[in-house]
C-alpha cells in the first residue's frame, strides 16, 4: 500500500472556516436523507432485506478465496483477462503497458472511485495519455483539479455557480448557471471523447464468481458508452466486490439506489461477459480486470473489523454524518471518506498513518442505522480508536487524566466529592478564564451545570415533581 502524510487536522480546520462549503455540503447531505427515508418506508420487508444483504456479504468475505479463483476460472473461459495486483503501483503498471501495447492515445474512465484510491490519473498523464473522467461530477473535478468529495456526487462541495465559472475558465464556454445548459456544454465535450477514445477504465459493483461476469450501475449512461464504444476495456475491482452469482444480486440492487440517492432504482444496469465485438459487431475487442489487493486481506486477517469490506459504497452513512455534513469529504485527505472512510483509512495506511480519521466522529451511531448492509459502523471506529491509542502511544497528561478519572468513577463517594469539587470550582474561577480544549480560543465555555447529574435525575425521578 502506498503511504502518504495525511494532513487531517488542517483539513477539518479549513473545511469549518469556509460557510459556503458548510451551508453546500449540509442542504445536498440533508436533501438526500430526507429522499432516503421516503423511499426505504415505502419498500417492504427493508429490514429483512438489509438481513439478507448483510447475510450474503459474509459468505463472501468468509469464503474470499473460493470466489476469487471460481472467478478467475470463468473469466477465462468467457475471454476476459485477469490480472492480480498486490498494490497500487501494480495496477497502474499493468494499465499503464496494456494501454502503451496498444498505442492508446485516449482513456475515458467510468464509476472509477477504486482508481483514485491507487492515484492512476496522474500516471497516465505523466505518460501522454488523454484521461478524463466522464461521469459528470468526476469530470467536475477533475477540471477543478480535485479529488471527490463524496462516494456518490463528486462535486456535492460545489455551487451551480461555482461550476459555471469552472467551465468558463477551463471550457472557454460563456457563463451560466443553469444546470441544464452546464449539463449541455459537458454533454458535448464529453461525447467528443467517447467516440476518440481507444481504451475505457471503470471499477466494478459487483462481480459474479458463478459465471465470471460483472455489472457498473449507473443513472448517466456514460459507463454504457465506456464499456461499448472503445475497443479496450479495462475494469479495476476490490477483491472484494464479488457477490456467489446472479441470484444474489436483486437484493443489493434493492438496496443500492434507495441508500445512495433516494431513487426507487437506478437507470442502468451493465453487464459485462466478454469481450464482444467478434460476436455482435460491438463492444469492446479486449477486456482486462484487474483484482486489486491494495490492504484489503490485510482487513480480511482482522476477524472483526473485516466486516467493513461488506460496503457497497453507497454513501448513506456520510449524508446522515454529522461530522461529515459540517467538514464535506476533502477535509479526509484521503479518497474514501464519512464513516465508511474512517474505518478504512487506518486499515488500507496504517493506525500511525490515518491516526486522526477515527476521532472525526460523534458517535451518534446514524452511520450504523442508515447502512444498507448492515456494517456495525460505530463499533468498529471505537476499535479502531482503541488500535490507534495503543500504537501512537497516549500523551502523559491525557493517560493521568483517564487514570484518575478510571479510579475516581469506582469509588462513589470519592466520586460524589470530586462531582462536587469540580462544580464549585467556577464559582471561583470565572468562566471567561477556564481554558477547556475547544472552547477558549473562539467561543466561551458554558459552564458546569450547578445541580450536577445526580441532583437532576433524583429531581426527575421524585414523584413531588411529576
Known amino acids: 500500500m502506498q503511504t502518504q502524510k495525511l494532513e487531517i487536522k488542517k483539513h477539518v480546520a479549513e473545511a469549518l472556516a469556509d460557510d459556503n462549503l458548510r451551508k453546500a455540503v449540509y442542504n445536498a447531505t440533508a436533501s438526500t436523507s430526507a429522499s432516503r427515508i421516503n ?37 477465462e473461459a468467457n475471454g476476459i483477462k485477469i490480472h492480480w495486483a498486490v498494490d497500487g503501483d501494480e495496477a497502474k503498471q499493468i494499465i499503464l503497458d496494456i494501454a502503451k501495447k496498444n498505442n492508446v492515445k485516449t482513456i475515458v474512465k467510468s464509476k472509477s472511485l477504486t482508481t483514485e484510491e491507487i492515484h492512476l490519473n496522474e500516471l497516465l498523464i505523466e505518460n501522454k495519455i488523454d484521461t478524463v473522467e466522464t461521469d459528470l461530477g468526476e469530470y467536475i473535478v477533475q477540471l477543478n483539479n480535485q479529488v471527490p468529495s463524496h462516494l456518490i456526487a463528486p462535486a456535492l462541495h460545489l455551487s451551480r455557480n461555482d461550476i459555471g465559472k469552472l467551465f468558463t475558465e477551463k471550457l472557454k464556454t460563456p457563463f451560466t448557471n443553469v444546470p441544464e445548459e452546464l449539463l449541455l456544454v459537458a454533454r458535448k465535450k464529453l461525447r467528443e471523447k467517447f467516440l476518440t477514445a481507444e481504451m475505457s477504465i471503470s471499477g466494478v459493483n459487483f462481480a459474479f464468481a458463478e459465471n465470471g461476469t460483472f455489472c457498473v450501475v449507473e443513472n448517466e449512461a456514460n459507463a454504457h458508452l465506456s464499456l461499448t464504444l472503445p475497443k479496450i476495456h479495462v475494469a479495476l475491482m476490490g477483491i472484494e466486490k464479488f457477490l456467489p452469482s446472479l441470484n444474489e444480486l436483486p437484493y443489493l440492487l434493492k438496496l443500492l439506489a434507495p441508500s445512495a440517492t433516494g431513487q426507487k432504482s437506478s437507470t442502468y444496469v451493465n453487464f459485462i461477459g466478454g469481450p464482444s465485438n467478434k460476436k455482435y459487431g460491438e463492444g469492446p475487442e479486449e477486456v482486462h480486470i484487474i483484482l486489486l489487493d491494495n490492504g484489503r486481506s490485510k482487513i480480511l486477517a482482522d476477524p472483526k473489523l473485516r466486516e467493513t469490506l461488506y460496503c457497497i459504497r453507497c454513501g448513506a452513512c456520510l449524508n446522515v454524518c454529522p461530522v461529515y455534513q459540517q467538514i464535506g469529504g476533502h477535509a479526509y485527505n484521503w479518497v474514501y471518506m464519512g464513516p465508511i472512510g474512517i474505518t478504512l483509512i487506518p486499515q488500507y495506511l496504517s493506525e500511525l498513518e490515518g491516526k486522526d480519521a477515527p476521532f472525526l466522529s460523534s458517535l451518534c451511531g446514524a452511520c450504523g442505522d442508515v447502512c444498507p448492509v448492515k456494517i456495525k459502523l460505530p463499533e468498529h471506529i471505537l476499535e479502531l480508536r482503541k488500535k490507534v491509542v495503543e500504537k501512537d502511544k497516549s500523551k502523559l497528561l491525557e493517560k493521568l487524566i483517564i487514570k484518575t478519572w478510571a479510579y475516581v468513577s469506582t469509588k462513589p463517594k470519592l466520586y460524589r466529592f470530586f462531582g462536587w469539587s469540580v462544580k464549585n470550582v467556577q464559582n471561583i474561577i470565572p ?34 415533581n411529576k
Open 39 to 75: 423511499t426505504t418506508e415505502s419498500i417492504q420487508y427493508w429490514e429483512e432485506l438489509r438481513n439478507k444483504t448483510h447475510k450474503i456479504k459474509k459468505d463472501v468475505i468468509e469464503n474470499l478465496d473460493k470466489y476469487l479463483e471460481l472467478f478467475e476460472k470463468n473469466c
Open 431 to 464: 468562566n471567561e478564564f477556564m481554558k477547556i480544549p475547544g472552547y477558549y480560543k473562539k467561543r466561551s465555555f458554558p459552564g458546569i451545570d450547578k445541580k450536577g447529574f445526580r441532583q437532576q435525575f433524583y429531581e426527575l425521578n421524585d414523584p413531588k
